[in-house]
């Protein structure tokens, strides 16, 4: 069976860090593009980082460059966002999730690219 699986949320103040994992088991990431996705109350989800895994092409979205760096490990069929100076406008349930095609380069970090496999996303909460 395909599994992704996240972890690594929680409750922080604003300024705080995060890192959340994600592990894939049931398929290669190296033949993928994943990346992370979010969806905050009343908001639509949107696209925080992707990560092509053939070619290690990298997206973020305009929220957060600077602050969150996306990385793999490849060994561990695991990627990670690593989340700093979060902000409360950063509170969301994240999710990691595959693009629906395998055996490509980079594809944008659009939530209409990754219609793949998803998981069941961990809560982070920023707030004082």
């Known amino acids: 069976q395909v599994q992704l699986v996240e972890s690594g949320g929680g409750l922080v103040q604003p300024g705080e860090s995060l890192r959340l994992s994600c592990a894939v088991s049931?398929?290669?990431?190296?033949?993928?593009?994943i990346g992370w996705f979010r969806q905050a109350p009343g908001k639509e989800r949107e696209g925080v980082s992707c990560?092509?895994?053939?070619?290690?092409?990298?997206d973020y979205s305009d929220s957060v460059k600077g602050r969150f760096t996306i990385s793999r490990d490849n060994a561990k069929n695991t990627i990670y966002l690593q989340m700093n100076s979060l902000k409360p406008e950063d509170t969301a349930v994240y999710y990691c999730a595959t693009a629906y095609r395998v055996g490509v380069n980079h594809l944008s970090c659009d939530t209409n690219n990754y219609r793949g496999y998803w998981g069941r996303g961990t809560q982070v909460t920023v707030a004082s």
């Open positions: 990560i092509a895994m053939m070619d290690g092409i990298i």
């Open positions: 049931g398929l290669a990431l190296i033949y993928y593009n």
